[in-house]
Every structure is written in C-alpha cells, then in structure tokens.
C-alpha cells in the first residue's frame, strides 16, 4: 500500500468499499508462458514482410512480433515486477448494485484520497485498449509532488471501466453502453465515496463516458477532453477559424477512417466473433492491441510497456468484455460527441495533441459543449496520459484553477 496516506477513503465512503491488491495466481502466468511457446506465428507474406522496417500500413510486421513474442515468452518481461509497481499504488473494489439493469458490479478503482477538505475529486476514465495503467505516470507525478495526503489538492479516481480489467463484465441478458458506465461512475463517487462533486477528465471511451457524466449529472461540476472524435459540422456554424496545423489533423483522421478504422467496425458488428479470436490467443491478442500502441502514438513505447497492457488484459480474461461500446459509436445508431444528449453545457476543456489518430479543430469541439478552455499541443498521441502525463497533468490543472469558482469548489 501506498506511504503518505493517500489510502484514506473520504469520510462518508460506503463501508462496501475494501482495499485491494492485484495478485495473478501463479498458474495463470504459468498457463501464459506454455501458450506463449506453443502458438506459431503466421508464416512470411508480402504483407507481413515489407522491407522498410517501418511500413507498417498493411499491419503489424512479422519481425516485430516474433521479437517481442521471444521478449515476452523468454522472461524479457516479468508481470510480477510490474505487478509489485503497481500495488504501490491504493487500489480498491466497490460492491453497486445498479437498479436499471438489475445487475451487481464490483468496480475497481486506483486512487490517491486528500486529507483536505477542500479537495477538487477527479475522475480520469480510460479508454480501449487502454486500462487504469494508463494514468499511473500522471498518479505518480502528483504522489511525488505532495508527500502526503494532507498536502494533496485533489481526489484522484481512476476506475476500470466495466468489462476491463479487474472490473466485473457487463450483464449477460442486457446490452451494456456509455451511459450506464457513466451511471455507474456517477454512483460510484456520490453515493459510495460520499463526494458531492466531482470534474470528469477522459479519452477514447472515456472521452464518451466523461461527456455523458458532465452533460446528463448533476454532480459532475466540469469535464475536461482530449479526444472528441466526431462528423465534420456543417461549416455554416463553426465559430472559430480552422488552422493549417488543423487541416492536417482533420486529413490525418479522414486517412485514419480509410486505413485504420478496420477494427473498430469489427468490434461494433463483430464482437462475439473477434472476442474469441483475441480470447484464444495471447499472441493474436499482442498482434491486435501492439499495433495500436505503436501506430497511434507519436513515438513508439517500450515494449515493456506494450507486453505490460497486453499481459492485464489477457491475464484478466477481458479481450472480449471490453468491447461493448463500439455498437454506440459505430453502429447504425450512434451517436457523436456532436449528439445534442451529450452537450456538454458545463465548464468545458479540452486537448489537442497533434498524432491524436483523429484531432479534432477547435471550432467544431466548440459546438459540442460550453468550450472555456483549449489547448494545443504538437507532440502527443492517443493515449496522451501515458505518452506525456505530465502535459496532461499541466493542462487538467490549469483548466481546474480558471474554472473553480464557476464549479463551486
């Protein structure tokens, strides 16, 4: 458990919420390590076999995989070393019973409490192929910075979204969306962290989710983005003069839909048949989210890093239970962050970073919410809390110091 007091849950938490610690039976890593060893590779193509070593537009090289899959299966990468990192950090599970879909949820939560009354609670959700790992480079810049929890400003919650990780799978009879995530979340830190106002902060997913918190609760007070994938609006409304830097980030997403987007559109009318296709395989399962780690970041990870989100999600079974929130935005019913239903009439802020896979101009996130706060960045992809957690941290905080008052923290 983490030093500092950062484990003290507020007062007035639900006694339902209990500490936690992540521990991988033995067998499962030993189960991994047989796969591992046993799975072949698919043999040399064209596709898999251009010879720059970095064309990787028809998908992931096969000298890549067959590098890190010996990193992996030979030792190179140790879950128990990452594993005793991550339980420095307080982790927790809460018990909600959700009354609209008749349905338990144990929901997992990381998480750095302040002793300060008057501590500003944040929420930072994840998105696909993402985790709560993602924001622990921004959780330990903060635990650095304040020693202890009295000195902490903030609340800092970062929860798995149901269906990753540790967190309990959508119901089995019901269809599952981001509005009952952001249902979920929303009882999480009112009614069982006993927090009376909170600011959402996401990307991808949890882009979604925290613009369904901010535009349709009450107690989310403010919600600040760094995704806002959405149709370009009709130009008679844009307020705002679009950049040629911005051009470039709106041809980037168009070449993104056209190359890129292949998988997103197997996960929203083809996930039952992709979830055991990635369930059957950790090899399958590296090949699909590695080649999203490199391509949609400005510089490629670590390996380690990579093997590190790869590993939790095979290890905790939800390659298949992530998926549920494609049909909403990819389906024949979706819905945009353009939706009226998710306008966001909240102090609104958001983060433009330029190898976003689809960057959205200013002017047509404006049209999305009361937009009081942008910033733009020229490095930085899509997962931006991993890539530069300090950036993301400095805009979050500068977004929170201008709009407090109007929040009423």
Known sequence: MSSGGFETLP???????KPWRVDIP???LDELNVLLKRTPLAPPTYENSLPDAEDRHLGVRRDWLTAAKKHWE?????????????????????????????????????????????????????????????????????RSRYKTADELPYHLIVPSLPGYT?????????????????????????????????VAQGGDVGGRVARSLASQYEHCKAAHLNTAPM???????????????????IERGNQFTQTGSAYAIEHATRPSTIGFVLSSSPVALLAWIGEKFRDWTDADPPLDTILESVALYWL??????????????????????????????????????????????????????????????????????????QVLWDDVEQFLAQVRGQCGF
């Open 11 to 17: 007062n007035g938490a639900s006694s339902t919420i």
């Open 26 to 28: 033995q067998e499962s």
């Open 74 to 142: 030979d030792g190179g990468f140790d879950w128990r070393k990452k594993e005793e990192y991550i339980n420095t950090f307080p982790h927790f599970k809460a018990q909600i019973h959700d009354d609209a879909l008749s349905s338990d949820f144990d929901i997992h939560f990381v998480a750095l409490f302040s002793k300060r009354s008057d501590a500003i609670p944040i929420v930072f959700v994840h998105g696909w192929p993402g985790s709560f790992l993602e924001f622990l480079p921004m959780l330990e810049l903060l």
């Open 166 to 198: 540790f967190s309990s799978a959508p119901p089995l009879d019901k269809n599952f969306t981001i509005d009952d995530a952001a249902r979920l979340f929303d009882r999480l830190i009112v009614h069982d962290l006993g927090l009376s106002a909170y």
């Open 231 to 249: 149709p370009a609006p009709d130009p008679s409304r844009l307020q705002s003069p679009i950049s040629a830097l911005e051009h470039e980030g």
């Open 316 to 389: 905790t079974n939800c390659a298949a239970t992530s998926l549920w929130s494609y049909r909403q935005v990819f389906g024949p019913d979706a819905q945009t962050h353009s939706s009226e239903k998710w306008y966001i009439g909240k102090p609104f802020g958001f983060s433009w970073f330029k190898k976003e896979i689809s960057p959205v101009p200013k002017a047509w996130v404006e049209l999305t919410g009361n937009l009081v706060f942008h910033r733009q960045h020229d490095k930085g992809g899509h997962f931006a809390a991993l890539e530069h957690p």
